[in-house]
């Protein structure tokens, strides 16, 4: 062996002894899921409804979009809805993470087929391929080849006319890398190299402005699973290409702590900052650390609600103004908290810091936990927190929203965070009825706890022997200095919180040893974070809401149309929420120390019953309200005629429309077939928009014919003659074409139940800002 052989052997080697130590040294381990054991709680019941919905789904359909990208015959058909319409196999990639997840939780052996089947044909589909290639993006081929000659057409939520590829094949390395790390599958592995190895040479050739171009398009957390695959190989070159694949659009204001988030697509970007973070553990790369963290505190501190959710409509909204997240239908989207959960995780690795599991707790009993429906398993893509209205679940051969995706995970994965370690350290986290077996160390632990029904938990040993491990447990933020008690075999213990919010338990455990911690809960108010005078109220970390009737619930249960997962049903009026008064501070009052609580009448301004609240996440099948406004006698009529005013405005124009386009957001543009030509999307202030130098359109349903009107909206005043509409291949000109922000075009004479509506260039010009098209039945 030469001596160029020789060195080069010695890098590698030395790589992969870095990258192993990178990955593990001195951070915070979880425990792996088949080491943690769920005990009899609401979670525990929400793992095995989730287990029979993953076993519902027909797997041949899920894998459909790969071996008709392979080229190969195959005996079922694409499912509908999402997985039929562009982003086809984006779940399958969901569903073999959830499997390993599911297989680790449980030991399931049914999960165990599924996946062991699953990874054969996909890994089937990437031999025919015969290039490490394995994706189900409809004609993928063709656009990964135009993107390696540097054809590359970008835009938000498209890269070369494909409804956003990259962010589809991030799935199936993600569920690859579980497949393997969290389900034990060797086979899983190789494949995930070998596709690595195919987009670092679909990549090679690109500069780095070609890269940042192709990060204009949504991508998932492709950053993240290079840096894991260079910790798994030692091999330096996906490190290299997990930074190149870093949006730089995103990352640089982020390191010099410049928020720049508003209007934002949010679960665009938080896959990315999770990648940021996943190349700062690898690296040692503080900057980058330091940027994560201020995008999580950013986000959980100044953007998110009190059930740990954030943005309206997909987006971030301003953070001095939460008017829309009262107001809208599309309130916090579940894939967010998901993945605010997972950067929770990883910082929590970095920096041990209750903050991170404080918010993770709140999260996860709060928004993850509802987002699942207790009998049918059915997931929420949206949770309005617009008083009185009410979530939409998915159906297991309907629907193929990303929030189904991170769904199926969601609620097998519940064992994650409970504990941690660092060397000889046990981190107890959270307070969920579980058993550990820190198979390392020979230590077994069980935490039984009716939490939060019970304002304590209790932490038991069954291992043989003693066993000397010093225990960390977190003091929630929501328990009062000093009220917080232990007891081990029934003697009081002192508790010292570091200042980290953790406090130490030392000694050699036996089966015969107890650890008693009581944890008082209070009730308390929360307001709304732009300081508008709505108040949630929460009980410890469990925030509480009010069921507010069954009636029209429209879509319950989502059909397989493109906008199932929207909760379409009637509006209630915002000026008839219940007012609660200022002047008596209101606070729920407890009921028989239960977890159930009263809102009484004479809290109230012109109130006549008790309003009961409970445990939102045990809200289901009905409307609900979680945030009140709380005002004085002397402000009531001027309040209502405001909240009035707006929002009976845009409830008697939803009323009147019947179709639209929220014209720059990524759903309702993929909902209407959006098409174009050298067309530019923005945003100013949270407010959308969409211009072109050539052509776009949309296909908008024109149902019954009822439309009389054809509505522009635009975000500045367009000039006369400053483009050209089409309806149908037909030039229309619009009776007030003045420089106002609204054009109206009579659609008379129009007999078609679908309307192409196109806006067109006039000499090259680029057209005003377009935010919204409307159809409606009048003016």
């Not at 996943?278 to 953007?303: G, H, M, P, T, Y």
Request: include cysteine; hydrophobic fraction near 35%.
């Amino acid at each position: 062996m030469n001596f160029k052989s020789k060195l080069c052997i010695l890098l590698i080697f030395w790589f992969s002894l870095t990258f192993k130590g990178l990955a593990q040294d001195k951070y915070v381990q979880f425990f792996g899921l088949d080491q943690v054991k769920l005990l009899d709680s609401p979670f525990l019941q929400a793992q095995e409804i989730d287990k029979r919905y993953i076993l519902e789904m027909d797997v041949d359909r899920l894998l459909s979009p790969y071996m008709k990208e392979a080229g190969l015959s195959w005996k079922a058909e694409n499912y509908g809805n999402w997985e039929n319409t562009g982003l086809d196999g984006h779940i399958a990639g969901h569903y073999l993470s959830a499997l390993s997840m599911m297989l680790a939780a449980t030991g399931d052996q049914e999960i165990n087929k599924r996946l062991d089947y699953m990874l054969e044909k996909l890994k089937l589909a990437q031999d025919t391929n015969g290039n490490g290639y394995l994706s189900g993006v409809p004609a993928g081929k063709k656009i990964w080849e135009e993107l390696r000659s540097g054809n590359i057409r970008a835009g938000s939520f498209s890269l070369n006319d494909r409804w956003v590829p990259l962010y589809n094949i991030h799935k199936v390395y993600a569920g690859l890398r579980d497949a393997y790390w969290i389900g034990g599958k060797e086979v899983a592995r190789p494949m995930l190299i070998a596709l690595s190895d195919w987009f670092y040479d679909l990549t090679e050739e690109f500069s780095d402005e070609q890269f940042q171009e192709v990060l204009i398009s949504e991508h998932g957390g492709l950053n993240e699973v290079f840096a894991d695959i260079a910790v798994m190989t030692g091999d330096s070159k996906y490190l290299e290409l997990a930074r190149k694949m870093s949006h730089q659009q995103v990352l640089d204001p982020l390191k010099n702590s410049e928020d720049r988030l508003t209007g934002m697509h949010a679960n665009t970007q938080i896959p990315k900052v999770i990648g940021f973070q996943r190349i700062a553990q690898v690296a040692k790369d503080e900057k980058l650390n330091q940027a994560s963290d201020f995008f999580w505190d950013n986000v959980v501190n100044q953007r998110s609600i009190s059930i740990g959710g954030n943005s309206v409509r997909e987006h971030f909204h301003p953070r001095d103004d939460f008017s829309s997240m009262l107001s809208s239908e599309q309130g916090p989207e579940t894939c967010n908290t998901y993945n605010m959960m997972r950067l929770s995780e990883m910082l929590f690795q970095t920096a041990p810091d209750r903050k991170y599991i404080d918010y993770y707790e709140r999260a996860v009993f709060n928004h993850i936990l509802s987002t699942q429906h207790p009998e049918k398993g059915g997931f929420v893509y949206f949770t309005p927190m617009r008083p009185q209205h009410y979530r939409v679940y998915s159906q297991p051969h309907e629907n193929f929203w990303c929030c189904v995706g991170s769904g199926l995970e969601n609620h097998a994965k519940y064992g994650q965070a409970i504990y941690a370690y660092q060397e000889d350290v046990l981190f107890v986290n959270l307070f969920i009825a579980s058993e550990l077996d820190w198979k390392e160390k020979g230590i077994k632990l069980k935490q039984t706890t009716n939490f939060p029904e019970e304002e304590g938990t209790t932490i038991g040993f069954s291992h043989r022997g003693k066993k000397e491990v010093k225990l960390k447990v977190r003091y929630p933020s929501w328990v009062k200095l000093g009220h917080l008690k232990v007891a081990v075999n029934g003697k009081q213990q002192e508790v010292t919180v570091d200042k980290f919010g953790y406090f130490l338990i030392e000694g050699k455990w036996s089966a015969k040893d107890q650890i008693q911690i009581a944890l008082p809960m209070e009730t308390k108010s929360e307001q709304m974070p732009d300081g508008s005078p709505w108040y949630s109220f929460t009980h410890g970390p469990i925030v509480l809401a009010a069921k507010t009737g069954e009636n029209d619930l429209k879509g319950l249960f989502a059909d397989d149309s493109r906008m199932g997962h929207v909760a379409v049903g009637k509006m209630i009026p915002l000026d008839l929420s219940p007012i609660l008064k200022q002047e008596v501070q209101p606070k729920p009052i407890q009921v028989d120390n239960t977890f159930k609580f009263l809102l009484t009448a004479n809290q109230f301004h012109q109130l006549e019953k008790d309003i009961e609240l409970v445990p939102f996440y045990s809200v289901h099948d009905s409307r609900y309200q979680v945030y009140w406004p709380v005002v004085a006698g002397t402000s009531l009529e001027a309040f209502k005629r405001e909240l009035n005013t707006k929002d009976e405005w845009m409830r008697r124009l939803e009323d009147l429309t019947i179709d639209q386009v929220a014209v720059g957001e990524q759903q309702p543009e993929t909902e209407h077939d959006f098409k174009g030509n050298n067309s530019q999307t923005g945003q100013e202030n949270g407010i959308f928009w969409r211009s072109t130098t050539e052509y776009f359109q949309y296909s908008l349903k024109n149902k019954h014919q009822e439309s009389k009107i054809l509505r522009l909206t635009f975000l500045n005043p367009p000039s006369s003659r400053s483009f050209r509409l089409l309806v149908n291949g037909e030039s229309l000109k619009s009776e007030n074409e003045d420089e106002s922000l609204i054009r109206d075009y009579d659609l008379s004479g129009f007999n078609s139940e679908l309307l192409e509506v196109k806006i067109q260039s006039i000499e090259g010009a680029a057209t005003p800002k377009l935010n919204h098209i409307r159809l409606m039945k009048s003016n």
